[in-house]
Protein backbone atom coordinates (compact mmCIF):
# COMPACT_ATOMS: atom_id res chain seq x y z
CA UNK A 1 0.00 0.00 0.00
CA UNK A 2 1.58 3.52 -0.92
CA UNK A 3 1.19 6.26 1.89
CA UNK A 4 1.96 10.11 1.53
CA UNK A 5 3.20 11.98 4.34
CA UNK A 6 1.83 15.44 3.87
CA UNK A 7 4.31 18.16 5.94
CA UNK A 8 6.56 15.40 5.99
CA UNK A 9 9.45 17.09 7.34
CA UNK A 10 12.52 15.07 8.42
CA UNK A 11 10.38 11.93 8.43
CA UNK A 12 9.32 10.71 12.12
CA UNK A 13 5.82 9.44 11.14
CA UNK A 14 7.30 8.22 7.50
CA UNK A 15 9.31 5.59 9.39
CA UNK A 16 6.17 4.21 11.51
CA UNK A 17 4.12 3.64 8.13
CA UNK A 18 7.38 2.20 6.51
CA UNK A 19 7.66 -0.13 9.63
CA UNK A 20 3.86 -0.89 9.28
CA UNK A 21 4.53 -2.33 5.76
CA UNK A 22 3.81 0.77 3.89
CA UNK A 23 5.49 2.28 0.78
CA UNK A 24 5.94 5.82 1.46
CA UNK A 25 5.94 9.46 -0.32
CA UNK A 26 6.91 12.64 2.04
CA UNK A 27 6.06 16.31 0.66
CA UNK A 28 7.07 19.61 2.55
CA UNK A 29 7.18 23.34 1.27
CA UNK A 30 11.00 23.19 2.84
CA UNK A 31 13.97 20.67 1.32
CA UNK A 32 14.17 18.36 3.46
CA UNK A 33 18.04 16.27 3.39
CA UNK A 34 17.68 13.92 5.76
CA UNK A 35 13.96 12.96 5.12
CA UNK A 36 14.04 8.86 5.06
CA UNK A 37 10.80 8.32 2.87
CA UNK A 38 11.10 6.18 -0.91
CA UNK A 39 10.50 9.38 -2.55
CA UNK A 40 10.28 13.08 -1.87
CA UNK A 41 7.76 16.32 -3.29
CA UNK A 42 9.03 19.58 -2.51
CA UNK A 43 5.99 21.58 -2.98
CA UNK A 44 2.73 22.68 -1.08
CA UNK A 45 1.51 20.17 0.58
CA UNK A 46 -2.09 21.17 0.17
CA UNK A 47 -1.73 21.35 -3.55
CA UNK A 48 0.01 18.20 -3.91
CA UNK A 49 -2.65 16.57 -1.99
CA UNK A 50 -5.56 17.84 -3.94
CA UNK A 51 -3.33 17.16 -7.78
CA UNK A 52 -2.22 13.36 -6.86
CA UNK A 53 -3.86 12.72 -2.99
CA UNK A 54 -6.02 10.30 -5.08
CA UNK A 55 -2.91 8.13 -6.12
CA UNK A 56 -2.43 6.65 -2.69
CA UNK A 57 -3.85 4.16 -0.72
CA UNK A 58 -3.70 6.58 3.04
CA UNK A 59 -2.70 10.06 3.25
CA UNK A 60 -1.04 11.14 6.49
CA UNK A 61 -1.31 15.13 7.33
CA UNK A 62 0.34 16.51 10.25
CA UNK A 63 -0.40 20.96 9.66
CA UNK A 64 2.16 22.92 11.08
CA UNK A 65 1.38 23.40 14.99
CA UNK A 66 2.52 26.38 15.45
CA UNK A 67 -0.90 27.99 15.34
CA UNK A 68 -2.04 25.88 18.63
CA UNK A 69 1.34 25.24 19.96
CA UNK A 70 1.91 26.48 23.60
CA UNK A 71 5.29 26.90 22.72
CA UNK A 72 4.20 29.56 20.25
CA UNK A 73 2.62 31.34 22.83
CA UNK A 74 5.80 31.51 24.76
CA UNK A 75 8.43 32.84 22.25
CA UNK A 76 5.56 35.02 20.03
CA UNK A 77 2.15 34.89 18.92
CA UNK A 78 -0.13 32.14 17.82
CA UNK A 79 -2.06 34.41 15.41
CA UNK A 80 1.40 34.82 12.98
CA UNK A 81 1.06 31.46 12.22
CA UNK A 82 -1.67 29.56 9.35
CA UNK A 83 -4.37 27.70 10.50
CA UNK A 84 -4.43 24.76 8.49
CA UNK A 85 -6.60 21.91 9.43
CA UNK A 86 -9.63 22.63 7.79
CA UNK A 87 -8.15 23.44 4.94
CA UNK A 88 -6.23 20.29 4.80
CA UNK A 89 -9.43 18.36 5.43
CA UNK A 90 -11.20 19.58 2.61
CA UNK A 91 -8.26 18.75 0.79
CA UNK A 92 -8.03 15.32 1.86
CA UNK A 93 -11.90 14.49 1.94
CA UNK A 94 -11.88 15.45 -1.56
CA UNK A 95 -9.39 12.51 -2.76
CA UNK A 96 -12.10 10.23 -1.03
CA UNK A 97 -8.65 8.39 0.72
CA UNK A 98 -8.90 6.93 3.70
CA UNK A 99 -7.07 9.79 5.51
CA UNK A 100 -5.38 10.67 9.50
CA UNK A 101 -4.35 14.40 10.60
CA UNK A 102 -2.43 14.89 13.34
CA UNK A 103 -1.47 17.56 15.79
CA UNK A 104 -0.74 18.54 18.91
CA UNK A 105 -3.00 18.44 22.61
CA UNK A 106 -3.86 22.50 21.84
CA UNK A 107 -5.11 21.19 18.83
CA UNK A 108 -7.77 18.30 19.75
CA UNK A 109 -10.84 20.46 19.55
CA UNK A 110 -10.11 20.78 15.97
CA UNK A 111 -9.89 17.32 15.17
CA UNK A 112 -13.19 15.00 14.95
CA UNK A 113 -12.72 11.91 17.46
CA UNK A 114 -9.22 12.25 18.02
CA UNK A 115 -7.29 9.17 19.51
CA UNK A 116 -4.41 10.80 22.23
CA UNK A 117 -0.98 8.60 21.91
CA UNK A 118 2.00 8.86 24.29
CA UNK A 119 5.68 7.76 23.88
CA UNK A 120 4.72 6.23 27.46
CA UNK A 121 1.98 3.83 25.38
CA UNK A 122 5.26 1.74 23.75
CA UNK A 123 7.58 1.93 26.44
CA UNK A 124 9.61 5.18 25.05
CA UNK A 125 11.04 6.96 27.85
CA UNK A 126 9.02 10.45 26.89
CA UNK A 127 5.94 12.43 27.50
CA UNK A 128 4.96 13.68 24.10
CA UNK A 129 1.08 13.40 23.46
CA UNK A 130 0.07 13.73 19.92
CA UNK A 131 -4.17 13.47 18.78
CA UNK A 132 -4.55 11.98 15.60
CA UNK A 133 -8.15 11.74 13.65
CA UNK A 134 -8.42 8.63 11.67
CA UNK A 135 -11.79 8.47 10.20
CA UNK A 136 -11.12 4.47 8.91
CA UNK A 137 -10.70 3.77 12.55
CA UNK A 138 -14.04 3.52 13.85
CA UNK A 139 -13.30 1.89 17.52
CA UNK A 140 -9.92 2.25 18.70
CA UNK A 141 -8.70 1.15 22.65
CA UNK A 142 -5.40 2.90 23.79
CA UNK A 143 -3.28 2.09 27.06
CA UNK A 144 -3.52 4.76 29.35
CA UNK A 145 -0.14 7.06 29.96
CA UNK A 146 2.08 5.32 32.16
CA UNK A 147 3.91 9.07 32.93
CA UNK A 148 6.94 8.18 35.60
CA UNK A 149 8.97 10.60 37.12
CA UNK A 150 12.16 9.73 35.27
CA UNK A 151 10.65 10.53 31.68
CA UNK A 152 12.02 13.46 29.38
CA UNK A 153 9.66 16.04 28.72
CA UNK A 154 10.18 18.49 25.87
CA UNK A 155 11.91 21.33 27.27
CA UNK A 156 14.17 22.36 25.18
CA UNK A 157 17.15 21.45 27.49
CA UNK A 158 16.11 22.00 30.82
CA UNK A 159 15.69 18.31 32.05
CA UNK A 160 17.39 16.48 29.42
CA UNK A 161 19.42 17.50 26.46
CA UNK A 162 17.79 18.14 23.27
CA UNK A 163 19.74 14.81 21.39
CA UNK A 164 18.97 12.68 24.41
CA UNK A 165 14.94 13.30 23.74
CA UNK A 166 15.11 13.09 20.21
CA UNK A 167 16.98 9.65 20.49
CA UNK A 168 14.89 8.42 23.04
CA UNK A 169 11.96 9.54 20.51
CA UNK A 170 13.70 7.15 18.11
CA UNK A 171 14.34 9.85 15.57
CA UNK A 172 18.20 9.48 15.91
CA UNK A 173 18.94 10.42 12.10
CA UNK A 174 17.38 13.98 12.17
CA UNK A 175 18.82 17.19 13.82
CA UNK A 176 17.53 18.75 17.14
CA UNK A 177 15.69 21.19 15.63
CA UNK A 178 14.10 18.62 13.04
CA UNK A 179 13.17 16.59 16.31
CA UNK A 180 11.08 19.43 17.78
CA UNK A 181 8.26 19.32 15.52
CA UNK A 182 8.45 15.17 14.69
CA UNK A 183 6.27 12.27 15.56
CA UNK A 184 8.14 9.40 17.03
CA UNK A 185 8.28 6.64 14.61
CA UNK A 186 6.70 4.35 17.53
CA UNK A 187 2.55 6.30 16.79
CA UNK A 188 2.15 5.61 13.41
CA UNK A 189 4.01 2.09 13.08
CA UNK A 190 1.15 1.50 15.53
CA UNK A 191 -1.46 3.42 13.75
CA UNK A 192 -0.44 1.72 10.75
CA UNK A 193 -0.73 -1.73 11.62
CA UNK A 194 -4.48 -0.81 12.87
CA UNK A 195 -5.26 0.71 9.39
CA UNK A 196 -3.97 -2.34 7.76
CA UNK A 197 -5.87 -4.74 9.50
CA UNK A 198 -9.13 -2.28 9.25
CA UNK A 199 -8.29 -2.43 5.33
CA UNK A 200 -7.85 -6.17 4.96
CA UNK A 201 -11.13 -6.60 6.89
CA UNK A 202 -13.12 -4.68 4.98
CA UNK A 203 -11.53 -6.21 1.59
CA UNK A 204 -12.67 -9.75 3.79
CA UNK A 205 -16.16 -8.30 3.98
CA UNK A 206 -16.44 -7.40 -0.13
CA UNK A 207 -14.94 -11.20 -0.59
Same mark, same amino acid.
Given at each position: ??????????????????????????????????????????????????????????????????????????????????????????????????????? @???????? +? /? $??????? &?? !???????????????? @???????? +? /? $??????? &?? !?????????????????????????? $????????????????????????
Amino acid at each position: MRLLDAYCGAGGATRGYQRAGFCVAGVDIAPQPHYVGDEFHQGDAIEYIREHGHEFDVIHASPPCQAYSRATAWRGSRADHPDLIAATRRALLATGRPYIIEN @VQEARALL +H /R $PIMLCGT &HF !GLRIRRHRYFEVPVLD @VVLTPTCQ +H /R $PTDYAHD &HG !GKQTESQYRDAMGCQWMTVQEAREAI $PPAYTEWLGRRIVEAHLARSAKVW
